[in-house]
């Protein structure tokens, strides 16, 4: 509208200019995202939410990931392939006596988890499950959970000795048999309460406490498991209060969680994220704020993008530019790959080739005269993509989608990052938009 032959006149400089375009349409947009997402959340709370995903999804939920590892008796145990697509996750064998165990290491305990409430931590899951036999209808795998602390080691078992099976000695063996007269005098054969049924808020649940916080073990047998199903496991905090009495030794991680499938013909596949400790429990209306957040970091490039080129560019071209700019961020991945030249059948040369000749792309490559030709020419063009690279901004690093969707926690210090990744990527873009202001002849 020419507006902007008004506004030079003025004494303003040229970047309040900018700026106040970018804070007033920023503004209006944030009114815009508030009242879409409080509408959004009226909306989800009144139409009702299955129990299931109540349970899954409804919430949000602050993990405490360990790193996982996998062991057996041979040393370089590291899971099984099972052939998926995916190599996500790794496998372990089902069988009463196999050695074969996935451990999560735990290398920090927070000191809240020793007062948690009712005594008991969360533990939750979610494992793979590939059947190498039927195995029984309608029913899961059975698996075994053992949890110990640095004050109970455990120790690999021996080739050499056959007789001990699949099972993981204590490394302390008098330790073990201290541990079994305890929970015999806590416990008497001839009572109906056992370790594995106690319940929180039990008197058989403090016993079992008791148990924890002496020897730093606990376990539980034979819990059924279904394939890609959340699964709650509550584990006496007496655990955690016996991990902080003392520091570890050097290398020794205060917390471990051991599983073995227990099975036959089953094989057990998980990954790092698939077993954590639960914290705490946020409020699903939070944590979708939270998603806004970053939703509104999205729409800060927009504007800026837009405001930038506007001062210099018309409309139209202002519009295709930021909008080629945003779009082309969510294509992140595949640009870094070009930038690279790591393409599987080489660069867009390559695969033009390839198309022309109706080669597959993992055909091996001809040494040819002319193959050697375009495979400069990828490099050539892997160079000035690398170049164009550092103008995209990364998109899909504003997007908290998956974590909603999937009832896990939003950081704060995660939006804090975002805001100074949005700031610090516009900040270049609007000096750039202050000097093409400041050449632009307009008449005055």
Not at 401 to 414: K, L
Request: hydrophobic share 45%.
């Amino acid at each position: 509208n020419q507006t902007i032959h008004t506004v030079v006149t003025k004494p303003v400089e040229r970047f309040e200019i900018i700026l106040g375009r970018f804070f007033g349409y920023v503004a209006l947009l944030t009114l815009m995202l508030a009242g879409l997402t409080a509408v959004s959340l009226a909306l989800i709370e009144v139409s009702g939410v299955s129990p299931q995903a109540a349970e899954q999804s409804f919430t949000a939920r602050v993990p405490i990931r360990g790193a996982l590892d996998f062991k057996s008796r041979r040393e370089n145990f590291e899971g099984t392939n099972v052939g998926r697509e995916f190599e996500y996750r790794k496998y372990i064998a089902g069988h009463p006596q196999s050695p074969q165990r996935a451990i999560w290491n735990f290398p920090a305990v927070p000191s809240r988890l020793a007062s948690a409430a009712d005594d008991r931590v969360p533990v939750e899951f979610t494992f793979d499950i590939f059947r190498l036999t039927k195995g029984e209808e309608n029913r899961g795998v059975d698996v075994s959970f053992r949890f110990v602390t640095h004050h109970c080691p455990q120790r690999r078992p021996e080739i050499a000795r056959e007789g001990e099976g699949g099972d993981w000695p204590w490394a302390d063996p008098q330790a073990r048999e201290r541990y079994a007269a305890a929970v015999k005098a806590a416990f008497p054969p001839a009572g109906r309460d056992r370790p594995e049924t106690a319940r929180p808020g039990t008197d058989a649940w403090a016993r079992v406490n008791k148990l924890a916080e002496e020897f730093g073990y606990f376990e539980l047998r034979g819990k059924e498991v279904y394939n890609n199903r959340v699964v709650t496991l509550d584990v006496p905090a007496g655990l955690f209060r016996n991990a902080l009495k003392d520091a570890p030794p050097a290398g020794a991680p205060p917390f471990q969680v051991f599983v073995k499938c227990e099975s036959p013909g089953q094989m057990l596949g998980m990954a790092g994220p698939d077993l954590y400790l639960l914290e705490a429990n946020r409020t699903f209306a939070q944590n979708y704020v939270k998603w806004a957040v970053g939703l509104w970091c999205r729409l800060c490039l927009v504007v800026g993008l837009a405001v930038v080129f506007s001062t210099y560019l018309p409309g139209v071209l202002s519009l295709l530019g930021a909008g080629l700019l945003y779009v082309t961020g969510y294509f992140g991945d595949f640009i870094r790959d070009v930038a690279l030249n790591r393409n599987v059948g080489g660069g867009a040369f390559g695969a033009f080739k390839n198309i022309v000749n109706a080669e597959p792309a993992t055909a091996p490559t001809a040494d040819a005269g002319g193959t050697s030709i375009l495979a400069v020419l990828d490099k050539l063009m892997a160079w000035g993509v690398r170049r164009f690279q550092n103008l995209i901004p990364d998109v899909e690093q504003f997007g908290w989608s998956h974590f909603v969707a999937e009832g896990f926690n939003v950081n704060a210090e995660y939006l804090v990052l975002n805001v100074l990744l949005m700031a610090g990527y516009l900040l270049p873009w609007f000096v750039l938009g202050y000097y093409l202001l400041r050449t632009r002849e307009v008449a005055g």
